[in-house]
């Protein structure tokens, strides 16, 4: 079954894509990885889920927020390769936890994220990953991810940057 299937199968809602809100792209591509920049917690109403674990969030409202970073990351990969059936394997990903010096869980909040590739893309969907904390993330983001993955050689959708 593919990712597409998957989406569909788990009743998955991808939010928009996001767009950037800086100088930079949401991903590049490069030979046969795709370079996804650091995405949010980002609804499909625009809203982002804020807070600092360790102070105002606990773990299970982490891992919600990085489990919604991964739909928003999906959307990406879905504008940039025009199907998530496009993308060979997740290769890397960078979870980074908006949380107090004590907090000391990161890997189990990141575990929203990891734990949604897994169900879109099966085992190509567990790659190497980081988790670490930060004092503090844009606009109060509970977690932001960055992510690289090996996409097929002829996937190129609308919003693919060679």
Same mark, same amino acid.
């Not at 767009?19 to 930079?24: F, I």
């Not at 990885?33 to 102070?55: A, K, M, N």
């Not at 907090?103 to 734990?115: A, C, L, Q, T």
């Given at each position: 079954?593919?990712? #597409? =299937?998957?989406? =569909? #199968?788990?009743?998955?809602?991808?939010?928009?894509?996001?767009?950037?809100?800086?100088?930079?792209?949401?991903?590049?591509?490069?030979?046969?990885?795709?370079?996804?920049?650091?995405?949010?917690?980002?609804?499909? %109403?625009?809203?982002?889920?804020?807070?600092?674990?360790?102070?105002?969030?606990?773990?299970?409202?982490?891992?919600? =927020?990085?489990?919604?970073?991964?739909?928003?990351?999906?959307?990406?990969?879905?504008?940039?390769?025009?199907?998530?059936?496009?993308?060979?394997?997740? +290769?890397?990903?960078?979870?980074?936890?908006?949380?107090?010096?004590?907090?000391? %869980?990161?890997?189990?909040?990141?575990?929203?994220?990891?734990?949604?590739?897994?169900?879109?893309?099966? %085992? =190509?969907? +567990?790659?190497?990953?980081?988790?670490?904390?930060?004092?503090?993330?844009?606009?109060?983001?509970?977690?932001?991810?960055?992510?690289?993955?090996?996409?097929?050689?002829?996937?190129?959708?609308?919003?693919?940057?060679?």
């Amino acid at each position: 079954m593919g990712a #597409e =299937a998957r989406i =569909a #199968e788990l009743k998955l809602e991808l939010p928009p894509a996001p767009k950037p809100v800086a100088t930079y792209v949401t991903a590049i591509r490069h030979g046969d990885l795709l370079y996804v920049s650091g995405h949010g917690p980002y609804r499909s %109403d625009g809203s982002l889920i804020t807070g600092r674990l360790g102070e105002n969030m606990e773990i299970a409202a982490g891992q919600a =927020a990085a489990r919604q970073t991964g739909l928003a990351i999906l959307a990406t990969l879905r504008a940039h390769l025009g199907s998530l059936d496009n993308v060979v394997r997740l +290769i890397k990903t960078l979870g980074m936890v908006n949380s107090t010096p004590e907090f000391h %869980d990161h890997p189990r909040v990141i575990n929203g994220y990891s734990d949604l590739m897994k169900d879109v893309f099966g %085992d =190509a969907g +567990i790659g190497a990953r980081s988790a670490v904390g930060m004092g503090a993330l844009p606009g109060g983001i509970a977690v932001e991810i960055e992510a690289i993955f090996q996409v097929k050689d002829e996937a190129v959708g609308p919003g693919s940057l060679m």
